[in-house]
Each structure stands twice: as C-alpha cells, then as structure tokens.
C-alpha cells in the first residue's frame, strides 16, 4: 500500500502562486507515474499534469506555460508548481501514485483563486 499526502494548498489571488506538494510513504517500490488531478463542484476530476519515474511529464492545456510539475524519487515527493493562477484553477487537487497498475489517491488540497 502507498500512502499518499498533499500539502501546499490555500488562497491566493489571481495572478499568484502556489507549490503544492505530495509526499509518498508505505510500500513505495518502484511507484511509476505521479501526477495530480483537479475537481472543481459540480465538474469530473481532471487530470492536471502527470510525471513518470523517469521524469517525462505532461500537462493539461489550461496548464500549460504556467504550472511546473516535478518529482524528487529520493523524497519520494512529486510538486506541482503553479504560476499565474486563474479564478477557474479553484479546486480541490489530488495526488495520485501508480503502482505494479494500481492507483493510490490522496485525501487533496484545496486551492481557491480569488478574482
């Protein structure tokens, strides 16, 4: 089992920033793609941006140029750093961990953009 715990969330105006963080603990061999997706209310989760162990990321189109994600194996920490927030980036945002083709979640962190 991999346990999974995000922090870093909060409010910020627009045009501000925040560094969202995910540490991994538990049974944490060989975790393969990391990543986070968002759910705003009343809206399916989405995928925010993901990065593989070897550090090939991708990202959502209302990211791109302005969330950074980024992944230290020896903390077994992946971060998502998010530039030039937007009202529409609010949202709670979670974690997620693959693992020998399971997912493990976190519990998310919610970020809300204020106009």
């Known amino acids: 089992q991999v346990q999974l715990v995000e922090s870093g969330g909060g409010l910020v105006q627009a045009g501000g920033s925040l560094r969202l963080s995910c540490l991994a603990s538990g049974s944490i061999f060989r975790i393969s793609a990391m990543g986070w997706y968002r759910q705003a209310p009343g809206k399916q989760r989405e995928l925010v941006a993901a990065i593989t162990s070897g550090g090939r990321s991708n990202y959502a189109e209302s990211v791109k140029g302005r969330f950074t994600i980024s992944r230290d194996n020896a903390k077994n920490t992946v971060y998502l750093q998010m530039n030039s927030l937007k009202p529409e980036d609010t949202a709670r945002y979670y974690c997620?961990?693959?693992?020998?083709?399971?997912?493990?979640w976190g519990q998310g962190t919610q970020v809300t953009v204020s106009s």
């Open positions: 997620y961990a693959d693992q020998f083709g399971s997912r493990y």
